[in-house]
C-alpha cells in the first residue's frame, strides 16, 4: 500500500509530507521511503494559527477558518506529495492536523483538538484520508501521546540494551525499549517551543527560530535562570505524560524573566538550549538509556545536539537515519504508518505509552472519489520495523 503521511508539528512553521510504500510480512512490517517534502503554511494561516493558540482567547469563527485553511493547506501539499513523490498513484493520505490545543488537567487529558479538515485532502487527492488520530486513545484514558511511539518501538527492536527514541519538535518526546519491559514514551518537556518563542520575542520577529544555534552559542547559560525553569512541576510527573504549547509558550516565559530577570537575549537563548538539553539527558538516565536515536527540526541545532552529548557522556548520540530511517521525514512517515494500521484494522498505540486502557484502532476515514475499499484485517500486529531501500 502506499500512503502519504501529513504532518505539522507544535512549531507550526510547515507542513511536512513523506511517502512510502508500506507492507505485512509475518511479523515484520516493511517500509520504502519514497521521498519528502516540506510545504510553508500561507502566511495569513500561520499568523492565525499564533493568534489562535493558547493563551490566546479566540472564536469559532476563527476556529472555523482555521479548520478550512489548514485543511486547504494540508491539501496542497498531499497534492504535491502525491504528484512529486508518487507519480500520481497513493492508496490513503494520512493527515495529522494542527494541534490547536491538548487539554489536561491534573495530568489527565481530557481532550485534545488538530483542526484541518480532511474533506478538503479527500476532495483535492480524491484519495481516503485517516485523520483525527489522537482521539480515540483519549476516549480509551490515554493522553493521545507521543503517538510515533509504536514506530519507535518497532524501529528500536531488536538493539541491544535500552535504546531510546528522540523526538526534538516543538515539544521533545522519548521511547524507551528496556529489556523484559514494554515499551515506555512521554513528552520530556520543551524542545523548541520555548526557543523559537524567544527568538520571535527578541528580533521582534523578524527570525523565527535560532538558526544553527548560533544566538545561543553567542550567550552562557545562567543558572538561576534554569533552576526556576526547572522548578516546573511538569518534570516531576511520573510517564505517561505530554504536554504542549498550551504550556510552554511566551507568556509562561516571560513570567519567568519577570522573577528571574536577564538583560541578554543570548543568554536566555543559551539557558533554554540547556533546558532541552538537562531535561532530556535527566529523562534518559532515569530510565537507563544505553542509546540515543534522534529525529526532528531539533537535529539541525547543532548546539542542542552538542549539549545533549554533554550531559549523556557514555551514551552513543545518532539520528534515526542511521536505522535508515530519515530524521526529516520520520514523524510524517510514523503517521503513514499508524494510517496504515488503521486501514488494516490494528491497533496504533502502545497502552504502556500512552497510559491508555487498551490498545486502540485510531482516526476516522474521510472516502475518496471511489467507493471505500479496505484491505483484509490483519491477523495480528507487527512486532519489528524493516526500513527498505
Known amino acids: 500500500m502506499r500512503v502519504i503521511g501529513l504532518m505539522s508539528g507544535t512549531s507550526y512553521d510547515a507542513i511536512e509530507a513523506a511517502a512510502a510504500d508500506l507492507a505485512l510480512d509475518g511479523d515484520s512490517l516493511l517500509l520504502r521511503p ?12 500561520r499568523e492565525l494559527i499564533a493568534a489562535t493558540l493558547p493563551p490566546a482567547a479566540t472564536t469559532t469563527r476563527a476556529i472555523c477558518a482555521l479548520d478550512t485553511g489548514i485543511g486547504r493547506s494540508f491539501a496542497g501539499a498531499a497534492a504535491r506529495a502525491l504528484r512529486d513523490l508518487c507519480d500520481g498513484a497513493a492508496d490513503l493520505v494520512v493527515s495529522h492536523g ?3 490545543h491538548h487539554w489536561v488537567e491534573d495530568g489527565t487529558v481530557r481532550g485534545t483538538l488538530q483542526l484541518g479538515q480532511p474533506a478538503w485532502i479527500a476532495e483535492t487527492t480524491g484519495l481516503p484520508v485517516v485523520s483525527d488520530l489522537r482521539s480515540r486513545d483519549v476516549a480509551a484514558g490515554g493522553q493521545g501521546a507521543p503517538l ?3 514506530t519507535d518501538a518497532l524501529l528500536l527492536s531488536g538493539l541491544p540494551g535500552t535504546p531510546a527514541a528522540l523526538n526534538l519538535g516543538g515539544i521533545a518526546n522519548i521511547t524507551v525499549l528496556a ?8 513528552d520530556t518537556g520543551p524542545a523548541n517551543a ?8 527578541f528580533t521582534q520577529g523578524a527570525a523565527a527560530y535560532d538558526e544553527d544555534g548560533r544566538r545561543a552559542a553567542a550567550g552562557r547559560a545562567v543558572p538561576a535562570l534554569l533552576r526556576f525553569l526547572l522548578d516546573d512541576a ?4 511520573p510517564a505517561p505524560k505530554t504536554t504542549g504549547k498550551e504550556h510552554f509558550h511566551l507568556p509562561y516565559l516571560l513570567r519567568a524573566l519577570d522573577a528571574v530577570p536577564v538583560p541578554a537575549a543570548a543568554d536566555v537563548l543559551a539557558t533554554l538550549t540547556r533546558l532541552t538539553a538537562v531535561t532530556v539527558a535527566d529523562a ?17 541545532n547543532p548546539v ?9 557522556p557514555g551514551v552513543p548520540l545518532g539520528r534515526s537515519d542511521d536505522l535508515g530511517l530519515p530524521s526529516a521525514d520520520k514523524e510524517a512517515l510514523a503517521f503513514a504508518v499508524l494510517g496504515f494500521l488503521t486501514a488494516h484494522g490494528l491497533p496504533g498505540t502502545l497502552p504502556s505509552g500512552t497510559g491508555a486502557r487498551r490498545a486502540t484502532v485510531l482516526g476516522s476515514i474521510t472516502p475518496g472519489r471511489s467507493p471505500l475499499r479496505l484491505p483484509e484485517p490483519a491477523a495480528r500486529p507487527p512486532r519489528v520495523l524493516r526500513v527498505m531501500r
Do not use: K
Open 179 to 186: 529489556p523484559g519491559a514494554a515499551p515506555l514514551a512521554f
Open 98 to 100: 494542527q494541534t490547536l
Open 148 to 150: 510515533v511511539a509504536l
Open 194 to 201: 520555548l526557543l523559537d518563542a524567544a527568538v520571535h520575542h
Open 304 to 312: 542542542l545536539m552538542r549539549l545533549i552529548g554533554e550531559e549523556l
Open 284 to 300: 534518559c538516565r532515569a530510565h537507563g538509556v544505553t542509546r540515543l536515536v534522534v529525529s526532528g527540526g531539533g537535529t539541525r
Open 234 to 237: 511538569y518534570y516531576r510527573r
Open 34 to 45: 519514497l521521498g519528502h517534502l516540506s510545504v510553508p503554511y500561507p502566511d495569513e494561516v
